[in-house]
């Protein structure tokens, strides 16, 4: 029983992704669409997004000089760990799991109260594509998602510096040299691969549940619960097969 819902599911989100590329809205009404989604998912995550990453830099690179106790074991190695650690997992896979939390509960609940309200009715009695009206500006939006990653990366990298050198644990050139040693420029277009997989996991599976949910406004709460669970779901399991796929 199990296995049927989500297969009938599965099927049924790549229907959705189908309608979301078809019969398209007029682009002056799509373009202010796309500037509203660019500014509530983008520019306003911003803020959270520099937060965590500045201090969980700063965590990371604390932890590994705490665990250096040996003193053969040479000092940049606080700079080389932390750079590994941000870049390849923490910025685009942990960054987008706390995405599905935000970006994905507002996406579900704001497509959801539409369909409460009638809302979405109204456009499909009106002859208006509402996957295509609701959905493709989000996903244009999420373009965007690798400029946030990468903000992710320097100020994690950058966190880390200054709780390297201000915490007394390694030089500034010791940090710098753990960041330049053994750099592998492909470590950067992997992340942002993945990033992109994970934009686009942002702006559907959220919007999947908040378009299809039944119910009134407890089930709205109830629809971004389960929206996050299999956000998050979907993205580690992506992560999972593009890491074996690009880096094994």
Known sequence: M???RILSQTGKYFLMLKEVFTRPVKWSMMRQLILKEVDDLIIGSLGIVSF?????????AIQTALNLTNPLIPKYL???????????????????IIMAGKMGSFITS????????????????????ALNYLVFPKFIALLLYPFVI??????????????????????????????????????????????????????????FHGFYMKGG?????KASTVSFVWTSVVIILVNYILTQMLLS
Request: no cysteine; charged share 10%.
């Open 150 to 207: 990468g903000l992710s990366m320097f100020l994690g990298v950058f966190g880390g510096y200054l709780a390297t050198v201000y915490g007394g644990f390694a030089t500034s050139a010791e940090y710098i040299t753990g960041i330049q040693d053994d750099f592998i420029p492909f470590h950067i277009a992997y992340a942002f691969i993945k990033t992109g997989a994970f934009a686009f996991i942002l702006a559907t599976i959220p919007s």
């Open 110 to 129: 704001s497509i959801g109260t539409m369909r409460v309200t009638e809302q979405i009715d109204a456009l499909e009695v009106m002859g208006v594509n």
């Open 52 to 60: 965590i990453s500045f201090f969980v830099g700063g965590v990371v």
């Open 2 to 4: 199990f296995v049927t």
């Open 217 to 221: 406004a407890l089930e709205v709460g």
């Open 78 to 96: 606080i700079g080389f760990a932390t750079r590994q650690s941000v870049i390849l997992e923490f910025a685009p896979t942990f960054i987008s």
